[in-house]
């Protein structure tokens, strides 16, 4: 969930040789412990309590405070929930070596960045692994009044948010806000852009579930339908897809994309006719592919339509891909025609892209692919009796 958090001024920065002491792996493993157990740990570290600007944050440390005045090297914000996983944790600092420290350490840890934007003139960056999450923030304060000089901050953020609790998390997050609706149409958005980036990194699990969340607060637009759709078939419930894909066809049907999923989705859900539906719209596109020729001329295999097939797979016919002069062979074995078909397996053989083992294991896995379909047309006993020795 995005954390809507600008950089709070709590107080200015003083410049120290003496860099603040933790590290980002501290700071990861403490969040989840008690306020009790946090306050010691970090006056152990020379951390002091000082004043909380924020009813937000239930304590506030800071590093090298000058007793004079509110200045100091680094501040600690915390942030307690009964669920001590859902602690939150932040840290502001000025100094840019010990930013690149802990930038470099959340990469080598495996967070992944996963989105970044900039607002007001402040950089945000989020980072994720698992249902950890850590938000960079980097702004400026004004240090000198009459030459208008600036300074860099930067804020790490780290909290969690498992996705069985978005619900839970959301609600809280409203309540602290004067403008519900608002930051309810700024959660959407977020959840918007990382269904987008889960597609993306291939993380459709979670992608479905910010889907599914999104629905359970406004009606879907025809976009929110067609990435849910998506999300269902990156996880292989094709039907499930297709259910999806349906409700918005009206809207995507000269898309070639959207084509291209829908018939992939009822060609593995094995609804052979439908799919010849689709992608005869794929292949009447300017964008038609090889790809697109043989997945038809598959789903005509499938229906005993073999001339069909026949026809889409030599329009498959690719020279730098041996798998479909392969598609080839098999169509040509079952359609009977015993002379071309052994023509096609010399020509593969006489290509040397591959040897002849090599060939006849290729030929082995198409027949169980086939097989992995329900479909048993003989292809071996046909093979046998056209390949000698095979």
């Not at 959340?106 to 960045?113: H, Q, R, S």
């Not at 978005?166 to 977020?190: G, L, P």
């Not at 083992?357 to 030929?363: F, G, M, P, R, V």
């Amino acid at each position: 969930m995005k954390k809507i958090i600008v950089i709070v001024l709590i107080a200015f920065f003083v410049t120290n040789s003496s860099a603040q002491n933790l590290t980002i792996d501290q700071l990861i493993q403490i969040r989840t412990k008690s306020i009790s157990q946090i306050e010691e740990f970090l006056t152990s570290k020379n951390w002091e309590i000082t004043t909380n600007t924020s009813s937000n944050w239930s304590l506030s440390f800071s590093y090298l405070k000058q007793l004079d005045n509110d200045k100091a090297q680094a501040f600690i914000m915390f942030k307690e929930n009964e669920n001590k996983n859902l602690n939150e944790i932040a840290i502001l600092l000025s100094q840019v070596t010990k930013y690149n420290t802990y930038i470099n350490r959340v990469k080598e840890l495996g967070f992944k960045l996963i989105n970044s934007e900039t607002n007001n003139g402040e950089l945000t960056k989020l980072y994720k692994k698992g249902d950890t999450y850590i938000q960079i923030n980097t702004g400026t304060i004004e240090i000198d009044n009459v030459f208008k000089a600036s300074k860099a901050i930067y804020k790490f953020l780290i909290y969690f948010t498992p996705t069985e609790v978005i619900n839970e998390v959301e609600e809280e997050y409203e309540k602290e806000n004067n403008n519900i609706e608002t930051e309810k149409e700024e959660t959407i958005e977020w959840y918007r852009s990382l269904i987008e980036k889960s597609i993306e990194i291939g993380n459709y699990k979670d992608g479905l579930t910010l889907a599914e969340a999104i629905e359970s607060r406004i009606s879907p637009t025809w976009n929110d339908t067609y990435n849910k759709g998506i999300c269902y078939y990156g996880i292989d419930d094709f039907q499930k897809a297709i259910d999806e894909f349906k409700k918005i066809e009206s809207k995507y049907k000269n898309d070639y994309t959207f084509n291209s999923y829908f018939a992939s989705a009822l060609l593995f859900n094995k609804s052979f006719t439908e799919s010849i539906k689709y992608y005869s719209r794929l292949i009447n596109s300017k964008k038609v592919t090889k790809e697109d020729y043989s997945n038809i001329a598959f789903c005509y295999l499938c229906i005993n339509q073999f001339d069909q097939s026949l026809f889409y797979y030599k329009k498959a016919l690719s020279e730098n891909k041996i798998i479909s002069h392969i598609d080839y062979l098999t169509i040509l074995s079952l359609s009977g025609k015993k002379d071309l078909a052994l023509n096609q397996y010399n020509k593969i053989l006489s290509s040397k892209s591959e040897d002849k083992k090599s060939i006849d294991e290729l030929i082995k896995n198409k027949i169980k692919s086939l097989d992995d379909f329900g479909i048993n047309h003989n292809l071996l006993d046909n093979l046998l009796k056209i390949i000698p020795k095979f």
